[in-house]
């Protein structure tokens, strides 16, 4: 993990206009009948110097564990959003679909990733960014986007150009927000997860036409979909994925949030709609990490029915949203797409 943000030398010189970061500690910290949540304005203030190092080890803890357990709302999020957006200053780039992750996969193969590699095919610009964990039990995405040959961005910049000329890419998010490498590696100190996670989803650097965000938790699903209201994106999805990643389990019902943007959050319009359970012979306790099964599926040398059926729901959902396909439509692109996978 990189060197520590917080910079205790750095606090107390504050500018004029800065609010003392203890502030936000009391407003959130205070008790029952006295604390409140932090206006979207603080939240992006307050992310702000922390970014910054403004913030001592002690008060970083102590807020994103407080936040930890009430929970972040919209408003916050989309305040942290802005502050790491502003720090990260991209270059311009048209992208089409741009899919965070952030939680490595313990239970099933990232069958995602073949959706993904599918819809470059078909032609859409594809930006993956995310992480490498230490969980020893998780797969984590760069190592398949390495076996499948994605490019690996360096920067933005270097992002920009191989998605200008080969449509795709994977940036590990240390090329681009290393403090958000930081800030998340703290879970493994405090044991759990933070505000961090639900920023890292949402950051969308080149602001594609389609942000894809897979959430864990049944809730959180909603604050991604609320903050996207205030966040202007074009067009966010929002669900409960597996394992915490972007990908429609195809053993069970899934609820996709969307938003559109038309340019004004006044105008942002909100619905959902649902993918149905299509595979039902799933057994819950049964595992596979073996990245060497999801590229023998990739190549025609081996079946496997619940890959082959959660790669074309990941891809219906996608084509759904950007081509306003009907359900029936998508899965018959999708089935198409995976079926000339080989050709």
């Not at 102590?62 to 408003?75: D, G, K, N, P, S």
């Not at 959706?115 to 964990?133: N, S």
């Not at 190592?143 to 920009?160: G, V």
């Not at 950051?203 to 699903?221: C, Q």
Request: proline content about 5%; aromatic content about 8%.
């Amino acid at each position: 993990m990189s060197e520590p943000i917080a910079n205790t030398a750095s606090v107390g010189n504050q500018t004029v206009n800065e609010t003392p970061f203890q502030f936000y500690i009391q407003t959130i910290g205070r008790g029952q009948k006295r604390r409140r949540s932090l206006t979207q304005g603080e939240a992006r203030d307050a992310m702000r110097q922390i970014l910054a190092g403004k913030v001592t080890q002690m008060q970083l803890g102590a807020f994103l564990m407080l936040i930890r357990v009430r929970e972040e709302t919209a408003e916050e999020a989309a305040g942290f959003v802005q502050a790491i957006r502003e720090k990260i200053s991209p270059p311009p780039c048209a992208v089409d679909i741009d899919w965070g992750s952030y939680a490595g996969k313990r239970r099933q193969l990232p069958w995602f990733m073949l959706a993904l590699t599918l819809l470059a095919r078909k032609g859409y610009t594809v930006f993956l960014h995310g992480i490498v964990g230490n969980e020893p039990n998780r797969l984590y995405t760069q190592e398949i986007a390495e076996r499948l040959n994605w490019p690996i961005a360096t920067s933005l910049q270097h992002a920009k150009t191989q998605l200008e000329q080969l449509g795709l890419c994977y940036a590990p998010v240390e090329c681009f927000a290393p403090e958000i490498k930081t800030l998340m590696g703290y879970r493994d100190e405090l044991g759990l997860r933070s505000p961090i996670h639900t920023l890292a989803r949402m950051m969308n650097p080149f602001n594609a036409k389609l942000s894809v965000h897979g959430v864990f938790h049944k809730g959180y699903d909603d604050i991604h979909q609320q903050a996207a209201t205030r966040l202007n994106d074009p067009m966010t999805a929002a669900f409960c994925g597996d394992g915490g990643e972007a990908e429609v389990r195809a053993d069970r019902k899934t609820e996709i949030k969307m938003v559109e943007n038309g340019g004004d959050s006044s105008d942002a319009e909100k619905w959902s709609f649902f993918l149905p359970k299509v595979f039902f012979d799933s057994d819950p306790t049964e595992k596979c990490i073996d990245p060497q099964v999801l590229m023998a599926v990739w190549e025609g040398k081996q079946t496997h029915d619940y890959g082959q059926a959660t790669t074309i729901q990941t891809m219906a959902m996608v084509l759904m949203a950007l081509e306003h396909l009907t359900l029936e439509e998508a899965m018959q692109t999708a089935t198409q797409l995976w079926e000339a996978r080989c050709t």
